[in-house]
């Protein structure tokens, strides 16, 4: 089968420093026997670009990049170009990401057209907050909505929630299957010689991975180090963002001496850190999955976060503690009491939660049976 997986997201995709829900999906598809076009926003940045292709082992994603322009206030791209992209590759299967966006009912319509089966990859489980925004989902409801119900071939959503968002919108044809976590990018890694590893043994280390953002709640994850009563647990920070100078600011000038900011990592660096860490937390308002859960998973790490629709489905009592407030005093309490508990038992029994069930390997399985019986066949 000829796949064709547009990711309409218009951010820059750093491949092989993230891990890429789109790449991790390919390779595995690519391992059934399947043919795999990755479909990009084309940068718009100078100095940015991607390759013509991703290797894997010896096959390859082939990398297709179309013009793209951003509608004003909205802040949505519309795609350029696509009905050539479709003459191109000549798919069997579209593939697309999110179900209520412009992007999305332009990808469909031309799929639909060419009379190729569509399913669409959902996560959003929140309607924007944002007037604007708020406004296109009425609009994408009454006037798009029952177009793509009747000419989308099915739905899979990431999380429970997500999925709980497509049943409220009438989209029976739908299930969940989660997000997978492409483990090569952690698998046979050396460190570069110029990168100097801070020293991490003999204490135990708590890690952040991610952008430094509003959303995220830094501030009280610093609160967290601030108050730890032990001074010889390490607080690591790992990433950078818009917050992630006055991150600095306040490490400073509180004198953390017991929090590391490590900026932006590759993913042997990121492993070496994850490898060495004793407990992963997370404090974010908003995860659609959230591949650092994922990620601490497969280094057997247990998570302390709040309640998301990731945490709400991949953490339970086997892999850490969920949080129903940002209450530092509750918090730290939970660290301490995983921390306390975690040992190589604990680390093997999270590791083996992970390889049941969230390798892409085991999801492609999934994904290509319910397109055998659900789409094919139709």
Request: proline residues 4%; neutral net charge.
């Given at each position: 089968m000829k796949i064709a997986i547009f990711r309409t997201d218009n951010s820059f995709l750093k491949v092989g420093q993230?891990?890429?829900?789109?790449?991790?999906l390919g390779k595995a598809l690519l391992d059934s026997g399947h043919q795999v076009f990755l479909v990009l926003l084309k940068p718009t940045q100078n100095g940015k670009f991607y390759p013509d292709c991703i290797k894997h082992e010896n096959k390859e994603i082939k990398i297709i990049q179309v013009e793209h322009t951003q509608i004003p206030i909205l802040d949505y791209p519309l795609l350029k170009?696509?009905?050539?992209?479709?003459?191109?590759?000549?798919?069997?299967?579209?593939?697309?990401?999110?179900?209520?966006?412009?992007?999305?009912?332009?990808?469909?319509?031309?799929a639909n057209v060419n009379k190729i089966p569509i399913v669409i990859y959902h996560g959003m489980y929140l309607t924007p907050n944002s007037r604007i925004r708020q406004?296109?989902?009425?609009?994408?409801?009454?006037?798009?909505?029952?177009?793509?119900?009747?000419?989308?071939?099915?739905?899979f959503a990431k999380t429970s929630r997500a999925h709980r968002y497509l049943l409220d919108r009438d989209y029976s044809n739908s299930s969940v299957l989660p997000v997978g976590l492409d483990i090569s990018c952690f698998e046979s890694r050396t460190l570069s010689d110029d990168f100097s590893e801070p020293n991490l043994v003999g204490r135990l280390n708590v890690i952040y991975v991610g952008v430094f953002e509003k959303r995220r709640n830094i501030n009280f994850l610093l609160e967290i180090?601030?108050?730890?009563?032990?001074?010889?647990?390490?607080?690591?920070?790992?990433?950078?963002?818009?917050?992630?100078?006055a991150t600095k600011l306040v490490v400073k000038e509180n004198g953390l001496e017991n929090v590391i900011l490590t900026g932006v990592l590759d993913q042997s660096q990121l492993s070496y850190f994850y490898k060495n860490a004793s407990l992963f937390f997370l404090a974010s308002d908003y995860e659609i999955f959230g591949m650092v859960y994922l990620e601490a998973?497969?280094?057997?790490?247990?998570?302390?976060?709040?309640l998301n629709a990731g945490s709400e489905d991949l953490i339970s009592s086997e892999n850490g503690r969920l949080m129903n407030s940002l209450d530092s005093k509750l918090w730290i309490e939970a660290i301490i009491e995983q921390l306390n508990s975690i040992d190589d038992e604990m680390r093997n029994k999270i590791k083996n939660k992970f390889k049941k069930r969230y390798t892409w390997d085991k999801i492609s399985i999934k994904y290509i049976s319910v397109i055998e019986s659900k789409v094919s066949n139709t």
């Amino acid at each position: 089968m000829k796949i064709a997986i547009f990711r309409t997201d218009n951010s820059f995709l750093k491949v092989g420093q993230y891990n890429c829900q789109e790449i991790g999906l390919g390779k595995a598809l690519l391992d059934s026997g399947h043919q795999v076009f990755l479909v990009l926003l084309k940068p718009t940045q100078n100095g940015k670009f991607y390759p013509d292709c991703i290797k894997h082992e010896n096959k390859e994603i082939k990398i297709i990049q179309v013009e793209h322009t951003q509608i004003p206030i909205l802040d949505y791209p519309l795609l350029k170009g696509i009905r050539h992209v479709f003459e191109m590759i000549k798919p069997d299967l579209c593939h697309i990401n999110e179900e209520s966006c412009p992007a999305t009912i332009q990808v469909a319509y031309h799929a639909n057209v060419n009379k190729i089966p569509i399913v669409i990859y959902h996560g959003m489980y929140l309607t924007p907050n944002s007037r604007i925004r708020q406004l296109y989902e009425k609009v994408h409801h009454y006037c798009f909505r029952p177009w793509l119900r009747k000419n989308v071939k099915y739905l899979f959503a990431k999380t429970s929630r997500a999925h709980r968002y497509l049943l409220d919108r009438d989209y029976s044809n739908s299930s969940v299957l989660p997000v997978g976590l492409d483990i090569s990018c952690f698998e046979s890694r050396t460190l570069s010689d110029d990168f100097s590893e801070p020293n991490l043994v003999g204490r135990l280390n708590v890690i952040y991975v991610g952008v430094f953002e509003k959303r995220r709640n830094i501030n009280f994850l610093l609160e967290i180090a601030k108050c730890y009563p032990d001074r010889d647990v390490n607080f690591i920070f790992v990433g950078e963002g818009p917050e992630f100078e006055a991150t600095k600011l306040v490490v400073k000038e509180n004198g953390l001496e017991n929090v590391i900011l490590t900026g932006v990592l590759d993913q042997s660096q990121l492993s070496y850190f994850y490898k060495n860490a004793s407990l992963f937390f997370l404090a974010s308002d908003y995860e659609i999955f959230g591949m650092v859960y994922l990620e601490a998973m497969f280094f057997g790490l247990p998570v302390v976060t709040n309640l998301n629709a990731g945490s709400e489905d991949l953490i339970s009592s086997e892999n850490g503690r969920l949080m129903n407030s940002l209450d530092s005093k509750l918090w730290i309490e939970a660290i301490i009491e995983q921390l306390n508990s975690i040992d190589d038992e604990m680390r093997n029994k999270i590791k083996n939660k992970f390889k049941k069930r969230y390798t892409w390997d085991k999801i492609s399985i999934k994904y290509i049976s319910v397109i055998e019986s659900k789409v094919s066949n139709t």
